[in-house]
């Protein structure tokens, strides 16, 4: 139902059942909502005597699809998830009603005008925007009352039971003191180098293991597919691109790039015309093909003082910061070329470009001519891509398609839904593939759109349902399992004995690894195993450490602890871990509430 019930932490305000209500609107519509709250539906389970209705359940699983919460594919396994959650809802709320908790109008009232969905922008109710909110989602305010009371029901019942524990001032002194308490231990692991027998697998040890734990042998359900591709970057591998376009489009790329610019600015209509100032710009354009470089005729001859002793450099420009005319001029220039005589409002300017901010060409080769190819093969790969549209849709095969337009036909191994490798793996492939119309009906798959330059479409040429694998299939497997449990145990026993032996003051040879001062916290690299067995320890009594074991996956790991220190107090971490344990031990309360409603309850599936 609510998403706070899932939680059990969470408030329960109006504001998620408001959410609640759009989302249902999103999936199933107006009618599907009313139905909703009406009790339609066909039942799927009892609690109690009241109905668990199929259209509640479709709501909860669809929702949490569109949530993302849960993928698509794991919507079966979500089913009983989602009842088993619609089943405690309604046992809550049966509790809750039986109790007499009760809710007045008069609160009703108060809580909805202070719902924020339901006030103007002043911050004021506002009855018009109630009514329509209420009404596009084809909910009636005396529903939306009557799912409101059972909500607040609800809260009623959680704030009670979590206010009803609490920590007493010394528990939360002793917590703290755990919480801070550090300890310096020795650890050892053991490992099959310590086995003095060898480990001997029988083939009933295997046999058995292999009954007890059928559900890790299991082989999914599989398909084996046949697939073309239609594939812009294959196409574009395999026609041949000139020299000559690779720069025509290198040079496109630059006509935007930054550039260093140079200049030789004149004045005109002062010391001398327009006509004047032009003659002296048109020479020294002939100095230049003379020979001559820019940047000593800048000096000599540009007006512009600053730039002039930079041998009229101004730096690298981009567009927009200089007049249009100087811009066009000023990036129309290759790398050394001069331009004609440009006119702006300060005056007349012959531009160079004493550099460009591009790639060199011979770098970015190789892109230039993906670009170049991609796009010659546009067309080709749009026609493709139709004709494998026209083709497969009414094809009672794939290979007569792969044929009919020149594209390879790949055949795959087994493959499950969540188990496809190369192509197959990309998102949904393989649901494509157990679709009903492909995997039921044996048809071609509609045509996938993997990225913008791949197309495929697929093919089941073989099925396979689930099952269990027999033993002589996964006999390796059962073996190296068999032989990691037996070994697990030969060290547990192994670890037993030199636990009792340290105890009894027989020193085995062990090279011990030292933790000091390790907090719960800082593990220090250590297995949480190895860190919540060394805490479990009982403090040593004088000098002699206290001995014990863990096991932490296929590793056993003797310990021997040697100090127990109380830490350094710290107020922050002492108010942290009272208000966890007040929050654990009020989720305990709801826990076992829910489980000894559970144990009491008359709950039927149907």
Known sequence: MLQSIRDRSRSWGAKIIIGAVVATMALFGVESLVGLFGGGGDDIAKVNGEPVTRQQLEL?????????????????????????QLITDRLLTQYAEEGGLHLSEEQLDQLIVSL????????????????NRLASAGYTPLAFREELRVDMKRQQLQQGLAFSDFTLPSEQERLGALQRQTRSFRHHALTAADLEADLEVTEEAM?????????????????????????RQQLADEIEVEEEALRELWQERSRDADRRISHIMLTFNGERSREEAVAELETARERLVDGEAFADLAAELSEDTVSAEQGGDLGVISRGFFGEAFEDAAFALDEGEVSDIVETDNGLHLLQATALERQPFEQVRDELRREVAMSRVSGEFNQRVQRLIDESFAADDLRSVADAIGLE???????????????????????????ADVLEEGYNSEVIELDEDRRLVLRVADHREATVLELDEVRDRVRASVEARLRREALIELAAERVEQLRAGEAPEIEWQQAEAVSREAADGLPQAVLQAAFRLPAPEGEEPVFGHAVAGDRVVLIALDRVEPGEVDGEVERFVARMAERLRAQAAIQGLLDDLRDKADIERL
Do not use: K
Request: charge should be negative; avoid cysteine.
């Open 116 to 131: 924020p969905e339901f006030q103007d922008q002043e911050g004021r109710f506002s009855s018009e925007l109630f009514r």
């Open 409 to 435: 036909l790949h055949e795959s191994d087994w493959a499950s839904r969540d188990g496809a490798d190369g192509v197959l793996s990309e998102p949904g492939v393989m649901a494509e593939a157990f679709s």
């Open 60 to 84: 909860e699983v669809q929702r949490a699809i569109r949530s993302g919460q849960v993928p698509p594919e794991q919507e079966r396994a979500l089913r009983n998830q989602m009842l088993d």
């Open 207 to 231: 046999q058995r293991y292999y009954e007890a734990n059928a559900e890790n042998y299991q082989r999914p359900e599989q398909v084996r597919l046949e697939y073309v591709v239609i594939d």
